[in-house]
């Protein structure tokens, strides 16, 4: 019964359906728990002199849990948890474990009849919203009573007295009381988002419910229960004013006042004679009931007639609706017939201009309507053009009047084929006419069965068709006319016969399938696409007489042949032209000169094996560098390199399994991809096992050459699985290796490429310090020996680095160059230095070093113009250094330089003399006039006697040409003493003075200290 007529579940089923449920068992539990509550109230505190209590709210309670639960088994959770929840409060009110459960039972099989009666005589979903319903509620409820009531009355009699009427009325009305005054309300409330709209004024609802409480109490506590009645007058004016939402929770009040008062003891005597069939509380009850079931229909009544009202005004509004719709519909339609009217007259004047003749006729193929065209098509038929006569008519006259010349000798098959494309049109069909013209006929079927048909002059296009078929013919090309459905050949042209070798006769009894492998992608055929968009052309084999294939590229074109649809074939030989592709599709994947791949596909190999290597298959990257095949090109020619660089490529290539791949990355670089290693020494082996082939000897011509070479080595998955990073560390440990010694190889570790990073960052902080004139000058002293006083100064560049302190030029000065920003550099030193000259005594001069890459520069000589024109500085107060290898990179070039800078009057002077090429010619060439000696000699004077040699001879060699000579780096007195002894002229070291600010450096051109005191 509180299944809802859902099939039949077996025990199993219901189980997961109560354990999947847990929302519901929650809602069931909480039911349970105010059930047991209110129970345990009313047992304990509310029992009349028979034991009863004189209201029983939990069975209510129980029964709107039971309403208002939608499917089956939360019906069934909720009786199972309220029947526990009724045993375990009459356990704790003291009750006898027989009449206990007896009890519980009772309670139970209420809710179970009075829910069963109440779905017997109304459908779900229960709803309190009629008189009707109250009636079958009360039916219910009151079945339910009755038979809880006799349950109840027999178990007090077996357990403790006999049964009599008292107890009977007393356990009815209590539940009868419980289930009519709590269940309706729990229910309205619910289903009414537990927000009752009530109209009245608060203070109005205030009051009204305060009375009926105040009534409740006088008639629960007042032994007259005829004051019962005074509730009639209040419910009455709740149910008017209020409606039946209010009118549920005031009988809910009622419920609760007295379930409070008699648990409070604020209760009237029970008199009860012998022959008395209530007693006063009963009574009391029975008139609460009485009140209820006559105050609620009435609420019901007022709240029905209310929404009728409501009903009937809104039908009235409605209609009223209705009503103005209706009358803009006739506007609307009055509009659309004058608009169809315009319309009407648009399409006449539409089909009049158009070049097409057209012609509309009826469901009876009667003439409705023609443009001008059509009348001008059939003028000699001009007659038979009337509104209301048959086209069938005009047609038979036309063929009397010979308008037809296809028709000649055949009229009645002709007009028979006429009449039956007119009564079903299907495909367009072309009309000759008497004067020559030609047209296409269009007709189609409109939705009222009428027909619209369409000439379309197509004369020009005919005398076209036939040009074309001489184009045909006489086209170089071979083309081909076939069939759509079975490709069979219907026509070729002269080309095909000779290109082809088949004859007219051949061709005809040949398919395209027959001399082409593979099937054509064709092209639209009305509006469906076969199988593509065929604007481009198609590459297919063909095959000539005599077996021989070809390439061809195929164009094709629908087109109607004899009346059918066909298509138009040209096939464009392209066998030598693919050939050539071919070739060069492989060229650009392989070297030219070793036919091994290229970087490209190495590339596309790589990316195969990256993915494999994400898969966790080890790979490794070689890249091989040939030691000294600049010096194999440069003294054999290009040709021996080249059959080098052959040979090299074959022995690396038959050294790899075919699993492997080496390509040629340009010049002499190779790289070497192996798959499948097992371990990563297996990638070491095997750059051994290359480089001692690389260095055996190769004979070319009647030498032999020994070349080497060094290897770089990067692993995936170890190192990277992208690559072009794996590419980057494998040229890291490559460039390692060549950087340790040549000949060997280097598996890139991490510290290479934190070292290349740290370079990348010093080369941009270098880049930055450079534009934002970052460095600053410091400047050594340089003192006349003889006179002990200071002459000059050397400018040495200095850089305040954040993170490494003041670094010197050896830690900047070769990135400058390799960045390119040396030349820069060197023109913001030159023409801070002059600057800084200026402010010295005018007997001083001003040194500065210049680079290699600075004196080959084009603009060196324009640099020291400006700098001397910027500062104001003599020019014969500037001395550049140079060294000996910044001259011997490119002799004729510095020389031609320097005796530019020589001519502008500055003096050159040859930096750290000794230690370079040392070659005696350029002393002679370039025209220097004062050479510094290295701090190298200088350092092992006191110790050396090859030392005080060599200065010896620096010095006398200097005399001889005519130049001073500085010693450099004099560090101690007894090293000044020695250097002054030999005929040094000028001396500079940190015996002197350390380089120093631009400040401190005027300072000791202001007052020049005495060598004796620095020796100190």
């Known amino acids: 019964m509180l299944s809802g007529g859902a099939r039949f579940r077996s025990f199993s089923e219901m189980g997961q359906l109560y354990i999947a449920d847990q929302d519901g068992m929650a809602r069931a539990a909480a039911v349970a728990v105010v059930f047991g509550i209110v129970a345990y109230l009313s047992a304990a505190f509310t029992q009349n002199s028979d034991g009863i209590a004189t209201v029983w709210p939990a069975n209510g309670i129980a029964l709107a849990a039971v309403i208002l639960a939608r499917r089956p088994w939360r019906r069934h ?18 009750r006898g474990l027989g009449s206990n459960i007896g009890f519980a039972l009772s309670n139970t099989f209420e809710v179970y009849v009075a829910f069963g009666v109440l779905r017997l005589m109304e459908a779900e979903p229960f709803e309190f919203r009629n008189v009707r319903f109250l009636k079958s509620f009360s039916i219910a409820a009151i079945a339910g009573s009755v038979i809880a009531a006799a349950i109840a009355t027999f178990l007090v009699a077996t357990t403790h007295e006999t049964i009599t009427l008292h107890v009977f009325t007393s356990w009815l009305f209590a539940d009868l009381l419980g289930l009519l005054t709590v269940t309706p309300a729990i229910v309205r409330l619910r289903q009414s988002q537990l927000a009752p709209s009530w109209t009245a004024p608060k203070w109005e609802i205030f009051g009204l419910f305060a009375a009926l409480s105040a009534t409740m109490v006088l008639v629960v506590g007042l032994p007259q229960p005829f004051l019962a009645f005074l509730i009639m007058p209040v419910l009455v004016l709740i149910a008017c004013r209020l409606g039946p939402n209010a009118t549920s929770a005031a009988t809910l009040l009622m419920s609760a006042a007295v379930l409070a008062c008699t648990a409070g003891g604020l209760e009237g005597g029970q008199h009860i004679t012998a022959f008395a069939v209530l007693t006063d509380i009963q009574l009391m009850q029975l ?43 006739e506007q609307a339609i009055s509009t659309q017939k004058s608009e169809l009217e315009k319309a009407h007259n648009r399409l006449k004047e539409a089909i009049e201009i158009l070049p097409e003749g057209i012609v509309i006729l009826d469901a009876d193929n009667r003439y409705v309507a023609w443009n001008k065209k059509y009348a001008q098509i059939y003028h000699r038929a001009i007659d038979t053009i009337v509104v209301g006569r048959s086209l069938e008519d005009a047609v038979r006259i036309g063929l009397d009047r010979q308008m037809y010349p296809e028709a000649f000798g055949r009229e009645e098959a002709w007009l028979a084929e006429r009449l039956k494309n007119l009564r079903t049109p299907a495909a367009p069909h072309e009309q000759l006419l008497d004067d020559g013209r030609c047209y296409l006929i269009e007709e ?54 000779s ?33 593509g968009q065929t604007d481009d052309p198609q590459l297919c084999k063909h095959y000539r007489r005599d077996g021989r294939s070809m390439e061809v590229e195929v164009y094709v074109r629908p087109l109607v042949h004899d009346g059918r649809d066909a298509l138009l074939i040209a096939a464009i030989d392209v066998t030598e032209r693919r050939k050539a592709d071919r070739k060069a599709a492989y060229m650009a994947r392989h070297d030219a000169l070793t036919s091994l791949p290229n970087r490209h596909l190495l590339a596309e190999r790589m990316q195969l094996a990256m993915a494999r290597a994400k ?36 022995r690396l290539k038959k050294t790899l399994r075919e699993t492997d ?14 798959v499948d290693l097992d371990h990563p020494s297996s990638a070491t082996k095997l750059a051994q096992r290359l480089i001692g082939i690389l260095s055996e000897p190769v004979r070319i011509g009647s030498k032999d050459v020994v070349c080497g070479g060094s290897v770089g080595i990067a692993m995936a998955p170890d190192h ?108 913001k030193v030159l023409r801070q230095a002059c600057k800084e000259a200026m402010s010295w005594p005018e007997h001083t001069s001003i040194s500065v070093n210049v680079s290699a890459i600075e004196l080959e520069a084009e603009s060196f000589v324009d640099t020291v113009k400006m700098a001397l024109a910027e500062s104001g500085l003599p020019s014969h107060r500037l001395i550049i250094e140079v060294t000996e290898s910044t001259i011997m990179k490119d002799v004729q070039l510095a ?17 750290d003399f000794g230690t370079g090429y040392s070659s005696l010619s350029s002393l002679t060439k370039v025209p220097f006039q004062k050479i510094k000696i290295d701090r190298s000699f200088v350092r092992d004077l006191a110790i050396s006697m090859e030392a005080r040699a060599i200065l010896s001879t620096i010095v006398e060699l200097a005399r001889t040409l005519g130049m001073r000579t500085t010693a450099e780096g004099v560090e101690t007195a007894e090293q000044f003493e020695i250097v002054k002894d030999y005929g040094c002229t000028l001396a500079q070291g940190f015996l002197f003075h350390r380089p120093q600010p631009a400040e401190t450096i005027r300072e000791i051109f202001a007052a020049p200290q005495d060598i004796h005191q620095h020796a100190a």
């Open 615 to 650: 898969r966790g298959d080890r790979m490794a990257l070689l890249l091989v560098d040939l030691d000294n095949f600049k010096v194999v090109n440069d003294t054999l020619g290009h040709a021996a390199g080249d059959e080098l660089l052959q040979v090299m490529a074959d």
């Open 499 to 531: 290109h082809y070798g088949y004859t007219r006769r051949d061709f005809s009894r040949l398919s395209l399938r027959d001399i082409q492998n593979g099937e054509l992608l064709l092209p639209f055929e009305g509006n469906v696409q076969n199988t």
């Open 287 to 329: 008139l609460i009931l009485t009140a209820f079931l006559t105050v609620m229909p009435l609420a019901e009544t007022i709240d029905t007639q209310a929404r009728l009202q409501e009903r009937l005004s809104a039908e009235i509004a409605l209609r009223d609706e209705l009503n103005d719709h209706l009358q803009a519909q």
């Open 895 to 911: 020389t031609h330089i320097l005796r530019q800078v020589c001519d502008l009057g500055v003096e050159i002077a040859m930096d």
């Open 77 to 94: 959770q909720i009786i199972a948890l309220t029947l526990i929840a009724n045993i375990a409060a009459n356990f704790l009110a003291h």
């Open 661 to 674: 791949t080496v390509a040629r990355l340009g010049g002499d670089e190779f790289a070497v991809l192996v």
């Open 720 to 827: 990277s699985c992208d690559p072009i990073e794996l590419f980057r560390l494998a040229d890291l440990a490559l460039y390692a290796a060549k950087e340790d010694q040549r000949g060997t190889y280097q598996l890139f570790e991490r510290e290479l490429d934190a070292k290349v990073k740290a370079r990348n960052l010093l080369e941009t902080e270098v880049r930055d310090a450079i534009n934002n004139n970052e460095f600053e000058l410091h400047y050594q002293p340089i003192f006349c020996v003889k006179t002990m006083t200071a002459v000059g100064a050397e400018a040495l560049l200095r850089w305040r680095h954040p993170r490494l302190g003041l670094a010197s030029p050896a830690d900047f000065i070769p990135i400058a160059e390799e960045i390119g920003m040396i030349a820069d550099l060197g023109a």
């Open 444 to 497: 189609c079927r409109t939705s009222e069965g009428g027909l619209i048909s369409l000439r379309i002059d197509i004369t020009e296009m005919k005398q076209r068709e036939a040009s074309i078929r001489l184009l045909f013919e006489n086209n170089p090309l071979p083309m081909f006319v076939v069939s759509r459905d079975r490709m069979a050949i219907l026509a070729v042209n002269k080309a095909a016969v």
